[in-house]
């Protein structure tokens, strides 16, 4: 253990890691994860976890220090059930809470200090006709991620798996395919930077988002924007939110076609009782996500 200190110490004197460096760190964390997530009721070893991957221990704890401001054994206890129950716990008064301060201009309504605009419904039914949407690929702490710009601010956010770069922007093209897309990473990068560096998360310099949906998918994407950093809400608090307490599975196709990951935090979205239910870009990525924002609070 005292070899894991001196790294960990080491890596700490030298500052928080790139953007890029946490991408490439993700291609181990997520085996990781997926490791944990599959033997977390037996809380397997920082040693048994190593041996999976094919790293020593000092390494896995190493990595996973610089990755996620987390140790394997935090980060283990930050997913499991008892954990996401804890998430739940307080969710609908801070949901209350977030409403009071308003969804309009630059109230904070999460960490990332979002401001919001939808687009008119006569917009989203022309499937994005008469748009131009910017679009370019970007490291980030959950692997290449792929970012969507219109001049009014970020429509979409998505990410890359396998290296398929092809397949994520048709998932966006999928979207509004009357639009058209240029391929422009140096508009998009102030993006993508303003989103996956904390030390922009700045109330001074409000990140903007354009939501494209339809009337009732963009009234979700807004209650998903007032549940807090570090916390979670469900299916059915989120219908009650919007007045139609009996829509909890429309509530769910329309977080499943949230265009803004991680932005508009729709892996804050739980099953009954704290399950870790489907996500769009993959189970293991919104456990990662979940404990990558576990350590930004607390550490471990």
């Known amino acids: 253990m005292l070899e894991i200190a001196r790294e960990v110490a080491a890596e700490e004197a030298r500052g928080a890691s790139s953007p890029l460096d946490l991408c490439a760190d993700y291609d181990v964390v997520r085996r990781i994860v997926a490791y944990i997530s599959t033997h977390w009721r037996r809380q397997p070893s920082i040693e048994e976890i190593a041996a999976h991957v094919g790293l020593s221990a000092s390494h896995v704890h190493h990595l996973f220090r610089r990755w996620a401001g987390l140790s394997p054994k935090a980060f ?97 093209v999928r979207r509004w395919p009357r639009a058209i897309y240029v391929e422009d990473a140096a508009a998009t990068a102030p993006y993508a930077s303003r989103v996956f560096e904390p030390q922009r998360w700045r109330a001074d310099a409000p990140l903007r988002v354009v939501l494209i949906g339809t009337d009732f998918e ?59 239910t489907g996500y769009h870009w993959g189970l293991t990525r919104k456990q990662a996500i979940l404990g990558w924002e576990a350590g930004r609070i607390g550490g471990g």
């Open 76 to 172: 283990l206890q930050a997913i499991t059930l008892d954990h996401a129950k804890a998430l739940l716990g307080d969710q609908a008064s801070l949901l209350d809470a977030a409403y009071e301060v308003g969804l309009s201009g630059p109230a904070r309504l999460h960490d990332l200090f979002v401001t919001h605009e939808a687009m008119t419904p006569g917009d989203f039914k022309a499937k994005g006709a008469g748009l131009t949407l910017a679009y370019g690929f970007h490291p980030s702490p959950f692997g290449e991620a792929i970012v969507v710009a219109t001049p009014r601010g970020l429509a979409g956010l998505g990410f890359v798996e396998d290296g398929d770069r092809d397949a994520a922007l048709a998932d966006m």
């Open 218 to 276: 963009v009234r979700v994407w807004r209650t998903l924007l007032g549940v807090p950093f570090g916390r979670a809400t469900t299916y059915s608090a989120v219908a009650e939110r919007i007045g139609a307490p009996k829509a909890a599975r429309a509530v769910g196709a329309a977080v499943g076609r949230n265009p803004i990951s991680f932005v508009v935090p729709c892996h804050r979205v739980l099953g009954r009782g704290g399950a870790l």
